[in-house]
């Protein structure tokens, strides 16, 4: 069974990888990583600086997920290119994942990644839901028409944005317009977390994290059917772009939903969180038990063939 998958003309061992913010902070995460079966990685989040990030507790165990707000702690950019200088790209491809803060430090970090020469691929990070003060560039349209006008202009290779659930047909068309007017935007991970959820503790009668009141972004089997949407939804609408599906996966089954709904590759988060990157192993046997009972010998027969009624 041929779980390998194409991803920009680049051979994947397997349609699996993190999704960003998970297991990949620091140089011990991102070798575990190298060494996982995921068929690709990508870097947490990066600021031109090192961050902290909001004070804890900041992430907490939901009974169908995960809610956290993180406040984008990470090493600085420079941490990153220095891991990206060693990965090995053949063992499997490297994303670099940045948020900046401002859209100068944003410019500074990719003209830095363009430097470096790096194989690695960016995935502009237009979500982050818990920086307190920021409101989520990809909400607000014309900020994200000027972003991808700026970064494409001062990069000079493909590039990817990691966008938000958009809960809308509107929101979609008008996202999907805005996109698809950018021909080095080659790929759209969908979705990061829900932002802004909010549970409780029944028997303290509090909220489960300190930043923001216990406000935070939601991961999670909750959020499969929104990204499941979100992923069809760019699928349909930017047929030039490939889609990387992001959220609610825990199973084979959840895999190959993503994969049916539209996406090249599909990330893990929360489950990835909780389980540690030995989830590849049970992901990558899940998904080949039930392609080989549908009788599919490779991903490319039904990928993106999700059928309507
Ligand atoms: O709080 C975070 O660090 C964080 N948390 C998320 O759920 N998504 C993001 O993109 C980020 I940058």
């Known amino acids: 069974l041929d779980l390998s998958t194409f991803f920009l003309g680049r051979p994947l061992t397997a349609p699996l990888m993190n999704a960003s ?86 410019l500074t970090i990719v003209a830095q990644i363009q430097d470096a020469y790096t194989p690695a691929l960016l995935e502009l990070n237009l979500s982050c839901p818990n920086v307190p003060g920021k409101a989520q560039i990809a909400y607000d349209f014309d900020a994200l028409d000027v972003i991808l006008a700026e970064i494409s202009s001062a990069y000079s ?29 080659n790929f759209i991970t969908c979705i990061n977390s829900i932002g802004n959820g909010l549970m409780i503790d029944m028997e303290s009668e509090t909220v489960l994290i300190k930043p923001k009141q216990g406000f935070g972004g939601i991961g999670g089997e909750y959020v499969l059917p929104t990204a499941l949407a979100n992923v069809n939804a760019f699928h349909q609408r930017c047929p030039k772009k490939s889609i990387i599906g992001c959220g609610g996966v825990n199973t084979g089954e959840h895999v190959f939903m993503h994969l049916l709904a539209g996406a090249s590759i599909v990330q893990v988060g929360t489950a990835l969180y909780e389980q540690g990157p030995d989830i590849f192993v049970r992901l990558k046997a899940e998904l080949a038990q039930i392609m080989q009972e549908k009788g599919y010998k490779t991903i490319r027969e039904f990928q993106g063939k999700l059928k309507t009624l």
Not at 52 to 59: Q, S
Not at 157 to 183: C, M, Q, S, T, W
């Open 21 to 106: 913010g998970v297991w990949c902070n620091v140089n011990s995460q991102l070798h575990a990583l190298a060494e996982s079966e995921a068929g690709a990685m990508v870097t947490k989040s990066c600021t031109l600086l090192r961050r902290d990030g909001n004070p804890e507790p900041r992430y907490h165990t939901l009974t169908m997920g995960s809610i956290n707000s993180m406040g984008l702690p990470n090493e600085g950019h420079q941490y990153y290119l220095d891991y990206a200088e060693r990965h090995d790209y053949e063992n499997k491809p490297l994303f670099f994942s940045v948020a900046g803060l401002t859209l100068d430090d944003n």
């Open 157 to 185: 290779r493909p590039f990817g944005v990691k966008l938000p659930p958009y809960f809308d047909i509107a929101h979609f068309d008008e996202v999907a317009d805005i996109l698809n007017r950018y021909e080095k935007v």
